[in-house]
């Protein structure tokens, strides 16, 4: 069962057993995903990610190496890539720390067929929804970077809970400037309303209402 997606979701399995990988790889394949094994989990971190929809079936235990630390480096490399955990002696501390890493899930092996093409549903959905939030966050950035610095401590300050009048005091500047400041604001961050443009402040990580930080 496939996910929802426009071309087949790229499954990617780091696990040093032959017949777990070669298992795996025929049942994926047969429900039309693209797979790539790897068994040695260094060189799975070495290879070039896919641009389409994926996630990574990744056993705990990999030989001398612990399946949880390539988890860690998954994250520092800030690869985006939903990871679901498999293991054959997992222990409550191991399942916690990897769900605390943010893996999808933890399947004990062996697991059925059902719960893994659930898991990997899950997973390529996570995927889409981080894509286009990144999507989201690039055109506000362009957009924000757009603003001029005027716009931008006008932003700043809306967004923290200013009213246009309190606005207009801090800056010095008429109540009228300031509604055309922030109309202006709202053409050019391409909002429908102020609650989109107070999630795309927080999307931009602008909380601090201090005029320095708008200022280009």
Same mark, same amino acid.
């Given at each position: 069962m496939m996910s929802d997606t426009t071309v087949p979701g790229h499954i990617l399995i780091v696990d040093d057993d032959a017949g777990i990988r070669n298992s795996l790889d025929s049942l994926l394949r047969a429900e039309g995903f693209v797979v790539s094994?790897?068994?040695?989990?260094?060189?799975?971190?070495?290879?070039?990610?896919?641009?389409?929809?994926?996630?990574?079936?990744?056993?705990?235990?990999?030989?001398? *190496?612990? $399946? !949880?630390?390539?988890?860690?480096?998954?994250?520092?490399?800030? @690869?985006? /890539?939903?990871? =679901?955990?498999?293991?054959?002696?997992?222990?409550?501390?191991?399942?916690?720390?990897?769900?605390?890493?943010?893996?999808?899930?933890?399947?004990?092996?062996?697991?059925?067929?059902?719960?893994?093409?659930?898991?990997?549903n899950e997973a390529l959905i996570l995927w889409q929804n981080h894509k286009a939030q990144e999507q989201v966050a690039l055109e506000a950035k362009r957009n924000f970077a757009a603003l001029s610095s005027r716009e931008k401590e006008v932003m700043g300050l809306? *967004?923290? $809970? !200013?009213?246009?009048?309190?606005?207009?005091?801090?800056?010095? @500047?008429? /109540?009228?400037? =300031?509604?055309?400041?922030?109309?202006?604001v709202m053409k050019k961050m391409k909002t429908r309303s102020f609650a989109d443009l107070v999630r795309l402040g927080e999307l931009l990580g602008i909380r601090d209402p201090s005029i320095?930080?708008?200022r280009s």
């Open positions: 094994s790897f068994s040695d989990p260094l060189m799975f971190l070495e290879t070039d990610f896919p641009k389409t929809p994926c996630c990574l079936l990744l056993d705990v235990k990999l030989g001398n *190496i612990n $399946g !949880l630390d390539i988890q860690d480096e998954i994250n520092r490399a800030e @690869l985006g /890539i939903p990871v =679901i955990m498999m293991t054959g002696h997992g222990t409550m501390p191991m399942a916690v720390r990897g769900m605390k890493a943010g893996a999808i899930d933890f399947l004990a092996k062996p697991f059925s067929h059902e719960a893994l093409l659930q898991a990997i809306a *967004i923290a $809970g !200013l009213l246009n009048k309190q606005i207009a005091d801090h800056l010095s @500047l008429s /109540i009228v400037s =300031i509604k055309i400041h922030r109309a202006s320095k930080r708008y």
